[in-house]
Every structure is written in C-alpha cells, then in structure tokens.
C-alpha cells in the first residue's frame, strides 16, 4: 500500500532547509496531477510558493524551466528562491504572485493588450536551436524541427489508435506547411498559455506561470490554448492576437495554427486514455469542467482536419466508455 504524502508538511521540511527560514503557515493551494503546490508565509513576513513536480510522466524535457526563463527577462516570471530538479519529486520554490488568475478575474481589453504584446516579447529567436536545451545552451540543432514534430506527430496519432493511411495523409499536408525554412522562424514558446496560467498583478503586469511545457518551436503554437480552451473568455483571444502580430508585425499563420490544434487534440486524446487507463477519475482530468473529454477532442480534431483540407478521422476502436466520454464515468465534472 502506499502511503500518500503529507506535502504540506514536506514543504515546511523543505523550504527551512533550503532557504534557512522558519515556516509560520503552510496551506495547500493545489492538489493536481502534475503539480503540487503548498503556499508559505515565513518567520519574515515573506510569502512564497512550495511547487512539487509529481507527474508521472515528463512530457518535455525534465527539467525547472523557471530559473532560466527568470534570468532570461523577457516577460514576467514568479521570482525563484531556489530549485532542485535532481531530486524526485522536483522542487521549486518562487515567489507568491499576488493577483488573480485571468480564468477568475476575466480579460479586459487592457489586459488582453497586455498579455499579446508580452507573448511577442517572448518569442525569442532559436537562432538554429530546435530544441529547449540546445536553445539554452545557445547551441545549433543537429536534427530540424520540421523533422522532429512530424515524428511526433505520427507517434501521437499512431499511439491513439488512428488508421495510419489517415496519419501518412496528415504527415503529407504538414510537411507542406512546414517547409525546410520553417527552421528559420522557430522562437521560444510557453507552450501552455491559457487563462489559467496568466496572473495580473496589482500594478497591471501579466506574470507567467507553469513554465514546464517550453519548448522551440514556430510561434502559431502559442495560441492553440487560448484559442480552445478560454470558454467565457473566448471573445477576448482576438485582441490578445491582434496585440500580438501589431507588435510584432507579422500576422499569424492560420494552417500552422490548424496544424498545432490537430496536434494538441492527439496529446490530449493520447494523454487522457493511457491516464483514465492507469485508474485516474476522469474529474481529475476535467478540473471542473475545464478540460474537454476525448470525444471533444476529437470533434475539434475533426474541425481542424478539415480546414486543411482533409476528412474527418474515423473514431479509434480503443476509445470507448470512460477512455473516451467524462460523463461515461461516475464522479465526472459537468461541462
């Protein structure tokens, strides 16, 4: 049997030992599958927070992005007080961002203004790097990008159970979007940007969080999220892309984007039936209705397909009941 662990308590352990400072509160802000979060105010009045990386699985590189993405500059990131990403469960403890998350408060205009031209501002050039870590290290890659996602694509696609005539098809029509140029375009992204992981502060700057999904590729890959995944704050992802391509003076390529949706359904779709598969309840998954189930995915997939030109994808024969529908299984978050 195993003993579930008491992370709150862990976190006092950790952060007196770490950074020398009594603990006078602990509280638990987030209990999820990927991370755990525990906020502490200590002896001096200062409040930080206590992050444990306590995925199962590392879908990028394994390893704290914060510190880099700190002392890079470019946006607002949550101040590091110290990490360790040597030891399992990883730590990082950072700064107590006060503020609401745009999910809660909403996006004003001013705030969508803000949050495009700050993507713009992140969007650094790879300068040949096709990966995270060569991109830190300011190496060229030996392998182009164009040809690292498109294996990955299939991988995804094949993993979850679709017919390969259909993946080769798909492969076919992104290796005409991305042309061998493509690796003269590439950027920085987060990777992972939606309202959940925006934090306006009091004096109006949007911080960045949840760095773990970094990655180097085209820009278009930073707006799938906010595109599909914004629900009430869906009218306000126009000005934040508008900001964007003013401040940056190219407008966004609209098959890359399509390109990215198909390949951010297949991770989820991916993701969510080996997770459901291993006996995690689908409302983990949903997050109270924030996350799309399977049969979603796949429709937006579809939608996707076929913006590009290509027909619908027949659905996998693995994906029924609660691999494929939250509402099939008991406990599920209403949508």
């Known amino acids: 049997m195993t003993t579930k662990t008491d992370y709150i308590a862990k976190a006092r352990t950790d952060y007196e030992a770490a950074l020398g400072i009594a603990v006078r509160d602990a509280s638990l802000i987030h209990d999820g599958r990927q991370n755990t979060i525990v906020k502490i105010e200590d002896a001096g009045g200062q409040q930080n927070c206590v992050r444990y990386r306590t995925a199962v699985e590392f879908w990028y590189e394994d390893c704290i992005k914060e510190p880099f993405m700190a002392a890079l500059g470019v946006v607002d990131v949550p101040a590091v007080r110290h990490f ?167 407008p966004l390529n609209t098959d890359i984007v399509e390109a990215f949706r198909i390949y951010a359904c297949l991770r989820q779709i991916h993701y969510q039936a080996a997770s459901i598969q291993k006996g995690v309840d689908s409302a983990v998954l949903a997050q109270q209705g924030f996350f799309d189930d399977n049969k979603k995915h796949h429709q937006r997939m579809c939608q996707a397909l076929n913006r590009l030109g290509l027909p619908d994808w027949r659905l996998p024969n693995a994906f029924s009941g609660a691999a494929w529908s939250f509402s099939s299984t008991s406990g599920a978050a209403p949508k």
């Open 84 to 250: 360790n990403d040597g030891v399992r469960p990883q730590i990082l403890i950072s700064e107590f961002v006060e503020g609401p998350l745009l999910h809660v408060s909403g996006v004003s205009d001013d705030a969508a203004t803000r949050v495009g031209r700050a993507i713009a501002a992140l969007h650094v050039p790879s300068n040949g790097a096709s990966t995270y870590l060569d991109f830190t290290q300011g190496k060229k890659s030996s392998e182009t990008w164009v040809s690292q996602f498109l294996a990955s694509l299939r991988e995804e696609a094949v993993a979850s159970g679709f017919d390969e005539s259909d993946v080769a098809d798909l492969n076919h029509r992104c290796g005409q979007i991305f042309p061998a140029s493509t690796q003269n375009t590439l950027v920085l992204v987060h990777n992972d940007i939606h309202f959940k992981n925006l934090i306006q502060r009091p004096n109006g700057s949007i911080c960045f969080i949840d760095w773990d999904s970094a990655v180097i590729a085209p820009p278009e890959k930073d707006f799938v999220k906010l595109l599909d995944w914004s629900h009430e704050n869906t009218g306000t992802v126009p000005k934040i892309i508008r900001a964007y391509e003013d401040a940056t003076g190219r």
